[in-house]
């Protein structure tokens, strides 16, 4: 692999950007990373465990020169990030970001963008439920998709390189637009994040149930919601506030089919219940043949980071 940028600055040191930095040193895919946080403390630990060839104590000393600057900010504050950063933008520059969210991050970052900036908002698909600085690894992205989704007019050339940058970093790429990207999480990442918020919330006020036993008998259905309700509480509060249409669109279906399976199992339709279980292990098959999980014990996940 060879270089893709002279100088990337990665804006936000948290899980993405870390793992992003570890990917792009081990392809050899940029001259110089700079980094920024805003917390003194995560720029303390991202200097201490070698995170960023530069980690700099201002957002103008960040994106300097840059060629590439990675917005890794939650999405409740990519605007007031961009119109930071955008007096100190070289001309020719590419802005993203990594934000779940993608119609809400142009409707406040692009404002605030010069002439001759290059904006190609972009979504990785893969994380863990860890957050912060020291928890990225070079292989997170390894075999999973990055949603690139241009603004219009946006020159080629700059898709294409950021495009070669992402694949460079380990991950299949694909276009699409804002909406239908919104809509596509809605159903794949944030209601499902919500849905298991809130059976956690429920195993929690269940007093007739001990927390002892919670923790003691978890199955892996409930053990996998655990995993998913333990992320980053800021950044899902902001990815709700921002997708509110296609994720209030999603549970308001995933409520039908909850009443249906509800009557289903009041009145004793075995039937119903059987189809509705077939149809759904289809999806869990497709997964696995897309290489997106294993059919491995534990969900795949044992020994992974």
Same mark, same amino acid.
């Given at each position: 692999?060879?270089?893709?940028?002279?100088?990337?600055?990665?804006?936000?040191?948290?899980?993405?950007?870390?793992?992003?930095?570890?990917?792009?040193?081990?392809?050899?895919?940029?001259?110089?990373?700079?980094?920024?946080?805003?917390?003194?403390?995560?720029?303390?630990?991202?200097?201490?465990?070698?995170?960023?060839?530069?980690?700099?104590?201002?957002?103008?000393?960040?994106?300097?020169?840059?060629?590439? !600057?990675?917005?890794?900010?939650?999405?409740? @504050?990519?605007?007031? #990030?961009?119109?930071?950063? =955008? *007096?100190? %933008?070289?001309? &020719? !520059?590419?802005?993203?970001?990594?934000?779940? @969210?993608?119609?809400? #991050?142009?409707?406040?970052? =692009? *404002?605030? %963008?010069?002439? &001759? !900036?290059?904006?190609?908002?972009?979504?990785?698909?893969?994380?863990?439920?860890?957050?912060?600085?020291?928890?990225?690894?070079?292989?997170?992205?390894?075999?999973?998709?990055?949603?690139?989704?241009?603004?219009?007019?946006?020159?080629?050339?700059?898709?294409?390189?950021?495009?070669?940058?992402?694949?460079?970093?380990?991950?299949?790429?694909?276009?699409?637009?804002?909406?239908?990207?919104?809509?596509?999480?809605?159903?794949?990442?944030?209601?499902?994040?919500?849905?298991?918020?809130?059976?956690?919330?429920?195993?929690?006020?269940?007093?007739?149930?001990?927390?002892?036993?919670?923790?003691?008998?978890?199955?892996?259905?409930?053990?996998?919601?655990?995993?998913?309700?333990?992320?980053?509480?800021?950044?899902?509060?902001?990815?709700?506030?921002?997708?509110?249409?296609?994720?209030?669109?999603?549970?308001?279906?995933?409520?039908?089919?909850?009443?249906?399976?509800?009557?289903?199992?009041?009145?004793?339709?075995?039937?119903?219940?059987?189809?509705?279980?077939?149809?759904?292990?289809?999806?869990?098959?497709?997964?696995?043949?897309?290489?997106?999980?294993?059919?491995?014990?534990?969900?795949?996940?044992?020994?992974?980071?």
């Amino acid at each position: 692999m060879s270089q893709v940028y002279d100088r990337v600055a990665l804006i936000g040191l948290g899980l993405i950007a870390s793992s992003m930095y570890w990917a792009m040193k081990r392809g050899n895919l940029a001259g110089e990373v700079t980094g920024y946080a805003r917390s003194a403390e995560t720029r303390a630990t991202a200097r201490e465990i070698g995170l960023c060839d530069r980690v700099c104590d201002t957002l103008a000393e960040a994106v300097e020169g840059a060629d590439l !600057v990675v917005l890794c900010v939650p999405v409740g @504050v990519m605007g007031a #990030v961009a119109g930071e950063i =955008a *007096p100190m %933008l070289s001309p &020719g !520059v590419t802005v993203t970001d990594v934000g779940s @969210v993608k119609a809400d #991050v142009i409707a406040q970052v =692009a *404002p605030h %963008l010069p002439e &001759g !900036v290059h904006f190609i908002p972009g979504h990785p698909l893969a994380g863990t439920e860890h957050s912060g600085p020291r928890s990225g690894f070079a292989e997170l992205f390894d075999n999973r998709w990055c949603l690139l989704v241009p603004v219009e007019g946006t020159d080629p050339e700059a898709v294409a390189r950021l495009r070669r940058l992402w694949e460079g970093i380990g991950a299949n790429v694909e276009e699409m637009d804002a909406e239908h990207h919104d809509l596509v999480l809605a159903v794949t990442s944030h209601a499902p994040h919500l849905i298991a918020y809130t059976m956690v919330g429920v195993a929690d006020d269940l007093r007739r149930v001990t927390d002892s036993e919670v923790v003691k008998y978890s199955a892996a259905g409930f053990r996998d919601f655990t995993r998913i309700a333990a992320s980053d509480p800021t950044m899902w509060r902001d990815v709700f506030l921002t997708n509110k249409e296609a994720t209030l669109e999603i549970l308001g279906r995933f409520t039908e089919e909850l009443f249906a399976l509800q009557r289903a199992i009041r009145q004793g339709d075995g039937e119903h219940l059987f189809d509705y279980f077939t149809r759904t292990r289809a999806i869990r098959r497709g997964i696995i043949e897309a290489g997106q999980d294993t059919a491995a014990p534990d969900f795949g996940r044992a020994g992974r980071k």
